[in-house]
């Protein structure tokens, strides 16, 4: 007899760091969705090694941007309101997806030391 594995109703999360030109431009894709215009936005990963992070690329609308996905020092609860006075909790953010047009100045380490400030 096979137990089935236990199915959890909590999202999965990440946060996703961008240059601020970057960041204009997911915004007006966004915006563009909500009015069922298509919009250019996928995230590839690569496979990753257990001494470095997982390098990604994050396409938006053509430019294709170098990513690492690493591990924060500690994990954040998201919560949900339909009303805004009762909050339930949705998920767990214990990553963030690191990306920057410049290769180089990605991180090399698998946890970030800093976490969210």
């Known amino acids: ?60 609308d053509g430019t294709d941007l170098p990513a690492r996905l690493c591990k924060l020092p500690t994990i954040v609860e998201t919560h949900k309101s339909l009303d805004g006075e009762t909050y339930y909790k949705t998920g767990q953010v214990g990553q963030m997806l690191v990306c920057d047009t410049d290769e180089a100045a990605l991180p090399t380490e698998v946890e970030l030391p800093n976490g969210l400030a």
């Open 1 to 60: 007899m096979s137990k089935k594995p236990a199915v959890s109703n909590l999202e999965e999360h990440f946060l996703l760091q961008v240059p601020d030109h970057i960041a204009a431009r997911l915004q007006a894709l966004i915006q563009q969705q909500a009015e069922n215009a298509p919009g250019d936005v996928a995230v590839t990963f690569d496979e990753g090694g257990p001494d470095k992070p997982q390098s990604a690329t994050l396409r938006v």
